[in-house]
């Protein structure tokens, strides 16, 4: 463990310089991007070169068509008075465009009760929107001097961090504006996030492949971990009890490591087949999702590391037809948002592992996604420089929707614990009769008495995968 060093973090002129591990001399030369460029799994970010054939070379998948051809800004400019979102005639959704970035928008949040809005951008700037009339509130001064590649916000909206190409780190007091302190590290840093109490603030690494865990209030270094991987790391983040931090890579692999006890507590390897781009906790924290270039989405239990192939957690495909770059689960964990290389932003039902709406519209990779606390709004954010602000209030009215539904045999029954609407298969031949959404039956059966296995109690407290059973 590194001695702890401090800054005070009431002198935003100062730096803060902690003792993360240095970048080889000469790895990245001024002016290059490194691997941690492509990181954010081919959707956050696209490099810019001037030929676009050449993007062919760099996509890990080797898509069957050729790469989506750059339109110039003036047919990237979309009309001022769009109404619906998706053009298709039985998915209509109300849409808001937020323009204001001059550069691909690398990363958003819904914060302050749902009635603002935080992005990132390649243009080096952090903004705050009204999420109302889609103005912008506030420009962060003190901004980077490169791309911001991600953004973090306490669960209490009151400080946000952001995290850059030019190695730092900044925090800012979101209601006045000022620049709390800013920690430059030796190393290109590719993920920052706070700890849902925000108390600790964790970095993941390109060039080192590991991970710092800092303390937020003190600016002191808790943990540095070196080589935590094997390549480049995509993506870390807490768990709700802000004890564990997931950390995902190019190498395929899934960590977890303790706060506490400073120790990996598990490693899944060849996690995906292709390298993984984004992870998230459910806020129960018993279940990790993470997306992947493979175009698919897989959710783990992270007690055991078993793949989730029993249960209503099945490996979540057919959603994109490209890398998957990001995801993002809803409070009560329903539903799970992605967002892809195919432009796409896709609504996938947990409960039944079918997506149940895709949202198109962006000219561009969709980098980010996000959901509001009261699940009536999806955020994405994309490389054609805009947000758009998805009303879903009324999804499941949604024709395409229903007409997804009936194909797959689905017959909507209301819980009869919170009266919420769930689904069950019209041909389950269960001897079991479903009265209750999943939730409820999680909560009402709760745990065994002996929980020496993790994975087996969470087991029962699942539904059968379709045209399965828990005992196959």
Sequence with gaps: MASPRRCSPTAPDRECKLPPPSAPAGEYPPGKLSWGTLARALGRFRMSIPHTRLLATLDPLALDREPPLQLSPEKQQMPEKLIWGDQEPLSKIPFKILSGH?????????CVDDTKLLSGSHDCTVKLWDAVDGSVVRNFEHRPKAPVVECSITADSSRVIAASYDKTVRAWDLETGKLLWKVRYDTFIVSCKFS??????????????????MDAENITTVS??????????????????????????????????????????????????????????????????????????????????????????????QGHEGSVSSCHFARDSSFLISGG????????????????????????????????????????????????????????EIPL???????????????????????????????????????????????PADTSSSSSSERENLPPPPGGSKDD
């Design 196 to 213: 849902p109490d925000g108390k600790y603030v964790v970095s993941g690494f390109d060039v080192d492949h590991g991970i710092c865990i």
């Design 224 to 317: 540095v971990i070196k080589d935590h991987h094997t390549r480049t790391i995509t993506s870390c983040c807490f768990d709700p009890d802000s004890q564990r931090v997931a950390s995902v890579s190019l190498d395929r692999c899934i960590k977890i490591w303790d706060v506490t006890s400073q120790a990996t507590l598990l490693t899944i390897t060849k996690a995906h087949s292709n390298a993984i781009s984004n992870c998230c906790f459910t806020f129960s924290g018993h279940f990790l999702c993470t997306s992947s270039w493979d175009k698919n989405l897989k959710i783990w239990n992270v007690h055991t590391g078993e793949f989730r192939n029993r249960g209503a957690c099945v490996t979540l495909m």
């Design 102 to 110: 001059e550069h691909a928008v690398s990363t958003c949040h819904f």
């Design 401 to 447: 929707v229903i007409k997804h539904k009936k194909a797959m045999g689905l017959k909507v029954k209301q819980c009869e614990r919170c009266d919420r609407p769930f689904s069950i298969f019209k041909s389950d031949t269960s001897s079991e009769v479903f009265t209750q959404c999943v939730f409820c039956r999680i909560d009402t059966r709760g745990l």
């Design 341 to 396: 290389f195919d432009r796409t932003v896709a609504i996938w039902d947990v409960a039944e592992g079918y997506r149940k709406l895709s949202l198109k519209g962006h000219n561009d990779w969709v980098m980010d996604v996000a959901i509001s606390n009261n699940k009536k709004w999806i955020l994405s954010a994309s490389k054609d420089r805009t947000m758009r602000l998805w009303n879903i209030e009324e999804i499941d």
